[in-house]
């Protein structure tokens, strides 16, 4: 049995904001303008993409799930752009490459080998998983890139002595790169320890509210745990392996 | 002939100020050769370029026009890697890798023999390196981040000889060391020169030093070369002012 949620229930829950924005207040931490225009954005936006979502649910048709999932990569990569302290040349290709193959070979996987959905472009699936890798995804990417430029920049003398004493421009580099992964990964692994004992997954949590049997929901959850290491670990690497070599040129030698 | 530098020119990769022509040159035009088994030292002023002269000889960076011909032929023919195994560099200012003075010394030599050397007979090895160096032995198990400059200096050269390379590029070696110290430093690289063949490359500030290790110089000033020839020479008969004042400058040091 599902109870929908009307608007006048949202707007009660409102309530929960405005005591966060009392609080706020009464301890004079500033916060209540962030509070406000975050809700306000919550609102907005989760509402606007229920809509979306609702119209490409209703189409039906392989180019409005593709168009969805096109304008999903163009936020990612801006995002990813937006957190970074450093630029490197191709970046952009670099970081847009590494994503397409990590989310895409996953999400080929889970929908079409372990799942076998039908039609192929089913936006019931597609895009909610696709949604889950990529965020998780965009997420690692970010972290990697900032970590591989700031050791790059910060270990350049480290660098250039292994490379003196005979290192390839990859080997002079091979602990940054894992240290990048690394980055990278440490959420996933986090959470995969600690899922279901410390935290109940919003998808998961989702699924049981609005009516699905917990062994089935758990089943899920286990399979996108597995999908979000998957593609994170790939387009992380895939951008650690192109983006070092954007610090340097063939001949083992730091660009000017 | 070890070098031969026809025309290097390299220029400020970040080019800030429009302003000014002459100081986008790092380089400028150098015409030289460096001679097999003869020293060959770098002086001059600070800014004036013997660092980035040094790090073209390994091909840590490259020249922006002109050709460097290494044993006559193009530095750029050569595969770099093993470009840099024939020509070992000690940077101005010595930088440890991790871990040990082992672990530093392992690292220089991974790469050389495939399969790693014994370890006993290898410690052995450096053991010697370091007693030649005015190193006491126990120093291989210290964590490099317990040595002084001066001793990472030494370090740091230490680890470029194990890999037996042809020519050394060194960059103001003793530019830690006090008087003594230096004195002995010297004469170790001249032993060195005489028991491994080596061919040496040296930057130096010091007009003590130029006399000690003799052999050819070349004054830079300003990316360019203003006097060159044997070490004795520049010395005693500069041919331009600006060596006069400088080989002054030196000696107020
Ligand atoms: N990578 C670089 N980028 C910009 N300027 C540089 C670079 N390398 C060297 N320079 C400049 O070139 C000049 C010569 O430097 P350097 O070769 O280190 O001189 P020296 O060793 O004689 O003191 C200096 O003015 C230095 O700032
Ligand atoms: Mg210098």
Redesign the interface.
């Known amino acids: 049995m599902i109870i929908e949620l009307s608007y006048i229930d949202l707007f009660i829950g409102i309530g929960l904001i405005v005591i966060a924005i009392g609080l706020s207040i009464y301890s004079r931490l500033q916060l209540e303008k962030d509070l406000f225009v975050g809700a306000v954005r919550t609102f907005v936006q989760l509402i606007a993409v229920g809509y979306v979502l609702n119209i490409v649910f209703s189409i039906e048709a392989w180019y409005a799930v593709i168009a969805v999932l096109l304008l999903m990569f163009g936020i990612a990569v801006h995002t990813i752009l937006g957190r970074q302290r450093y630029r490197f040349k191709n970046m952009i290709p670099i970081i847009t490459v590494s994503l397409m193959i990590g989310t895409g070979l996953t999400l080929f996987i889970v929908v079409y080998v372990i799942i076998q959905v039908e039609p192929w472009y089913s936006p019931q699936y597609v895009i909610p998983i696709m949604g889950m890798i990529l965020g998780n995804s965009m997420n690692g990417v970010a972290l990697a890139i900032d970590r591989l430029s700031s050791e790059i920049r910060e270990k350049r003398?480290?660098i250039?002595?292994?490379?003196?004493?005979?290192?390839?421009s990859r080997?002079a580099v091979s602990d940054i790169i894992s240290s990048a992964v690394r980055a990278a990964m440490i959420p996933t692994i986090n959470s995969l320890m600690t899922v279901g004992i410390v935290s109940l997954p919003g998808m998961m949590t989702g699924q049981i509210l609005s009516g699905t049997s917990p062994i089935i929901a758990v089943k899920y959850q286990i399979l996108v745990m597995y999908m979000i290491a998957a593609s994170v670990m790939i387009s992380s690497v895939l951008l650690v392996q192109r983006g070092y070599k954007q610090y340097f040129t063939a001949?083992?030698?730091?660009k000017? | 002939m070890l070098f031969q530098f026809r025309h290097v020119s390299k220029k400020k990769?970040v080019e800030t100020q429009k302003s000014s022509t002459v100081r986008e040159y790092i380089l400028h035009d150098l015409l030289f050769n460096i001679n097999a088994h003869v020293p060959q030292l770098i002086l001059g002023p600070s800014g004036s370029g013997k660092t980035t002269l040094l790090r073209l000889c390994?091909?840590?960076?490259?020249p922006d026009s002109g050709e460097i011909l290494f044993r006559g032929q193009a530095l750029?023919a050569y595969d770099?890697?093993e470009l840099?195994?024939r020509i070992?560099?000690v940077?101005q200012?010595p930088?440890m890798?991790d871990g040990s003075v082992l672990s530093n010394f392992k690292?220089?030599i991974q790469?050389?023999n495939k399969n790693l050397p014994n370890g006993e007979e290898f410690e052995e090895e450096c053991k010697e390196l370091l007693r030649f160096l005015n190193l006491p032995e126990p120093f291989l198990y210290y964590e490099t981040d317990r040595l002084s400059v001066g001793e990472k200096q030494r370090v740091a050269l230490a680890?470029?000889l194990l890999?037996k390379p042809e020519v050394i590029l060194l960059d103001e070696p003793t530019s830690a060391l006090d008087r003594t110290s230096t004195f002995r430093f010297l004469e170790t690289i001249n032993k060195l020169r005489d028991e491994m063949n080596l061919n040496m490359i040296m930057v130096t500030h010091s007009i003590d030093q130029a006399k000690i290790l003799g052999g050819n110089g070349i004054v830079l000033v300003g990316g360019s070369v203003v006097e060159q020839g044997p070490v004795a020479e520049i010395m005693n008969n500069p041919q331009t002012e600006i060596t006069k004042q400088f080989i002054e400058g030196m000696l107020d040091n």
């Open positions: 003398e480290i250039e002595t292994r490379l003196s004493l005979g290192a390839t080997e001949h083992h030698q730091f000017e | 990769p390994n091909r840590l960076t490259d750029t770099v890697i840099r195994t070992g560099y940077a200012v930088v890798l690292y220089a790469k050389l680890r470029t890999r």
